[in-house]
């Protein structure tokens, strides 16, 4: 696959520099180069990057802001900082950035980060097992109210849920729910038996657990079964979760 990459940078001279990098690694495609905080999240919105190098200290808005409204839209946009600032990099940690590339750097070290995400897409584009056998039949069901319905879903039917584009995504094997309801919400009408925060932006069905592949630094990525769609746990979750499973 080909990894869309969006440039934010108000340094002319970085911004040649990371292109030079890009252009020499095959499967990454510069699809736009923002100077300053604003545009970044603009062009964030409207070309979808799934990669974007961003300095932090930007105009108008700087980068560490900036990268919170855009993994508040798509959780999983591939955010890697380069900047001369050490003293953000907790910050950086607290976003689950994939990397923290502090300037100066060589180009070996931009290489090594985008060898490690094409080394992730080669994890995730495995096939996800299919669960095998008739799903038990339950009578808790989650009430979901939609634009055009209100739905009783059974809960052990749930793979994940997610928020999306400001709206919260339910996904089943066979449908997908749009709702308005804030995954807080939906979180405490759940089993908290078979379902885990995994994530700001996540929640999971611990059964439909497949696989789990780091990401970046501090996060992983987890693979589900019945579905395409794959869900981010943090570090601090993942210990939780090891917990649960070691009762």
């Known amino acids: 696959m080909n990894f869309k990459v969006l440039i934010a940078d108000d340094d002319h001279g970085m911004r040649l520099v990371l292109k030079k990098a890009l252009s020499k690694v ?3 495609e510069i699809i736009g180069e923002a100077e300053d905080g604003n545009a970044a999240l603009c062009f964030s919105e409207s070309l979808k990057p799934d990669v974007i190098f ?28 380069a900047t001369a ?3 953000y990099m907790p910050a950086a940690f607290e976003l689950y950035a994939f990397d923290y590339l502090v300037k100066p750097f060589k180009l070996d070290r931009i290489y090594q980060t985008l060898e490690r995400i094409k080394s992730l897409a080669a994890y995730l584009n495995q096939p996800t097992a299919k669960q095998v056998g008739e799903p038990n039949k339950v009578l808790d069901k989650l009430i979901v109210k939609t634009k055009e319905s209100i739905n009783f ?41 078979i379902f885990f925060r995994s994530h700001k932006s996540y929640i999971i ?8 592949y780091p990401y970046g630094r501090w996060t992983y990525v987890v693979k589900l079964k019945n579905t ?13 979760m090891q917990k649960l499973f070691n009762r």
């Open 153 to 193: 879903i059974n809960m052990d039917e749930i793979i994940l849920i997610q928020r999306e584009n400001r709206s919260t995504a339910i996904y089943t094997a066979d449908e997908k729910y749009i709702t308005s309801d804030s995954l807080s919400d939906l979180e405490e009408r759940l089993d908290k038996s």
């Open 228 to 240: 395409d769609q794959d869900a981010l746990l943090t570090y601090e979750r993942y210990e939780e």
């Open 85 to 87: 600032h050490e003293e």
């Open 26 to 28: 095959e499967g990454f």
């Open 54 to 81: 961003m300095d932090v200290e930007m105009p108008l808005l700087n980068g560490v802001e900036c990268a919170k409204k855009i993994l508040d839209i798509n959780p999983k946009t591939i955010i890697i900082f």
């Open 205 to 212: 069905n611990l059964h439909m657990i497949h696989k789990i």
